[in-house]
């Protein structure tokens, strides 16, 4: 039977206290909906449905190009009833499975569980919690059937005892499901029609339904509040931190990395605590990177060390470097073999030929250095003269002085030597000492100026 996936995500998200949809709230860099839709085409649908309604307009914006199907829900009168929009559109052959927005964790294993235990009847997805406090309860009969899910706010006190609650997951046929969907009525204290009433139908009616339990429980937990948001958020990190833990990454503390992305790490790679890895970012062997470091889309090969407090973006970094700490570079940065880029230095869509270093207090923007260059500290490549970039050419085995200005477009010739505190706006010759400084004068009968002091009365 082809398949068919409908997440709802058109709900308001009170307890967020944002002005931000629910589902555009974010989990490792990403919203929350765009895991789901993950978890949605792992499992190759024919068509995947997405039933919206607050903030619809910013999520569609959100997601423009995503391979799915929007679907209104203009007036919200709960679950079922967001169910019921994108019915007309499904085939009454198909199955149909029903995911929440708002839930970001769910793997694919046990979705593919619950599309197989569906069968003649329906599937749900359950969990148990030692506190289940919001969430819906699955009640069983005598024999250990499922025969219906009653909402926190109806249960009474003997349903609330209930330990297993249910994930927000079905899977059934998608003609049946409309059939239920059609006798479920909203006489309950939110006055909606539940999704979950459709439980209690097919089980008196007796339609088999099979209750799918996940193995971690974070898997199916939803997010309705900021301190959801961030139990979420710290459970997918430490999956991900795990997942290096088994590769041979060596982490100093588990509990504090994030990965944004994907990271790809080589044999022995260190990573200190409070690192970001956001994008793709890949290492090579025995790259260490030390404490608080940012990166992001970043490639590093072999041997090289990234200090504490780096920001590293968009860049491609040879083997045996030595970066930070507090080092930034911006888009556009490839650096050789064996490059030194000290503290406080900031690199821009520039190239860095191998073995040359700047090690303190410099700038360096839209530059070609070649190898075995040293650039002074205070060094600044004047790229920018308010209206368009300009390049600044250093070739091998030059010397650039503390407090250097290169105003761009220039060329430093192979061997140039440029003295301390120049301004450098011509071209070089190769292998001489270039100066430009102003000539240095000093007045003996100078004086400061004095601060005029206020008569009392």
Same mark, same amino acid.
């Given at each position: 039977m082809p398949l068919h996936v409908v997440i709802l995500a058109a709900g308001l998200g009170k307890r967020m206290h944002s002005a931000l949809p629910k589902v555009l709230h974010r989990i490792a860099g990403r919203p929350l909906l765009a895991h789901v839709i993950d978890a949605a085409m792992s499992l190759r649908p024919e068509r995947v449905f997405v039933v919206h309604g607050h903030g619809g307009a910013e999520v569609k914006a959100a997601f423009a190009g995503a391979p799915v199907e929007w679907v209104e829900q203009a007036r919200r009168l709960g679950t079922g009833h967001a169910l019921m929009q994108a019915l007309p559109r499904i085939p009454r052959a198909a199955t149909v499975l029903v995911l929440n927005g708002d839930v970001p964790l769910v793997r694919k294993e046990t979705l593919r569980k619950l599309l197989r235990a569906a069968g003649k009847g329906i599937a749900i997805a359950t969990s148990d919690l030692s506190d289940p406090a919001g969430y819906g309860r699955v009640v069983r009969d005598p024999r250990g059937r499922v025969t219906r899910i009653v909402e926190h706010k109806d249960a009474n006190p003997a349903e609330l005892a209930i330990r297993e609650w249910y994930a927000g997951f079905l899977a059934g046929n998608a003609s049946r499901l409309a059939g239920w969907l059609a006798k479920v009525a909203n006489r309950n204290t939110q006055k909606e029609y539940y999704l979950t009433d459709v439980i209690g139908i097919a089980a008196a009616g007796g339609a088999p339904v099979s209750a799918v339990k996940a193995v971690v429980p974070h898997e199916v937990a939803g997010v309705n509040s900021?301190? &959801?948001?961030? $139990?979420?958020?710290?459970? +997918?990190?430490? *999956?991900?931190?795990?997942?290096?833990?088994?590769? %041979?990454?060596?982490?100093?503390?588990?509990?504090?990395?994030?990965?944004?992305?994907?990271?790809?790490?080589?044999?022995?790679?260190?990573?200190?605590? !409070?690192?970001?890895? &956001? %994008?793709?970012? @890949?290492?090579? /062997?025995?790259? @260490?990177? %030390?404490?608080?470091?940012?990166?992001?889309?970043?490639? $590093?090969?072999?041997?090289?060390?990234?200090? *504490?407090?780096?920001?590293? #973006?968009?860049?491609?970094?040879?083997?045996?470097?030595?970066?930070?700490? +507090?080092?930034?570079?911006?888009?556009?940065?490839?650096? =050789?073999?064996?490059?030194?880029?000290? !503290?406080?230095?900031?690199?821009?869509?520039?190239?860095?030929?191998?073995?040359?270093?700047?090690?303190?207090?410099?700038?360096?923007?839209?530059? #070609?250095?070649?190898?075995?260059?040293?650039?002074?500290?205070?060094? $600044?490549?004047?790229? +920018? /003269?308010?209206?368009?970039?300009?390049?600044?050419? $250093? &070739? =091998? =085995?030059?010397?650039?002085?503390?407090?250097?200005?290169?105003? *761009?477009?220039?060329?430093?010739?192979?061997?140039? +030597?440029?003295?301390?505190?120049?301004t450098i706006s011509k071209d070089t010759p190769p292998g001489q000492l270039t100066v430009a400084r102003a000539r240095q004068v000093s007045l003996p009968r100078w004086t400061p100026p004095r601060k005029k002091v206020a008569r009392t009365k």
């Open positions: 900021r301190h &959801e948001l961030a $139990i979420i958020e710290r459970a +997918y990190q430490n *999956a991900q931190a795990v997942k290096l833990l088994d590769a %041979g990454v060596a982490l100093a503390d588990l509990w504090r990395v994030d990965v944004r992305g994907e990271l790809a790490c080589g044999q022995d790679v260190a990573i200190d605590v !409070n690192c970001v890895f &956001e %994008g793709r970012v @890949k290492l090579g /062997d025995r790259v @260490k990177i %030390g404490p608080n470091c940012v990166l992001r889309n970043v490639t $590093i090969a072999a041997d090289t060390e990234v200090h *504490a407090f780096s920001l590293l #973006e968009e860049s491609e970094i040879g083997a045996g470097c030595r970066i930070g700490p +507090y080092a930034r570079f911006r888009p556009g940065v490839k650096l =050789d073999q064996g490059v030194r880029i000290g !503290n406080f230095v900031e690199v821009k869509a520039s190239r860095i030929g191998p073995g040359s270093k700047a090690n303190h207090l410099s700038y360096i923007g839209d530059a #070609e250095i070649g190898a075995r260059v040293n650039i002074g500290a205070g060094t $600044i490549t004047c790229n +920018y /003269d308010g209206a368009s970039k300009h390049r600044t050419v $250093i &070739e =091998d =085995d030059c010397f650039i002085g503390s407090d250097a200005t290169l105003v *761009a477009p220039v060329r430093i010739a192979k061997g140039s +030597y440029i003295g301390a505190g120049s």
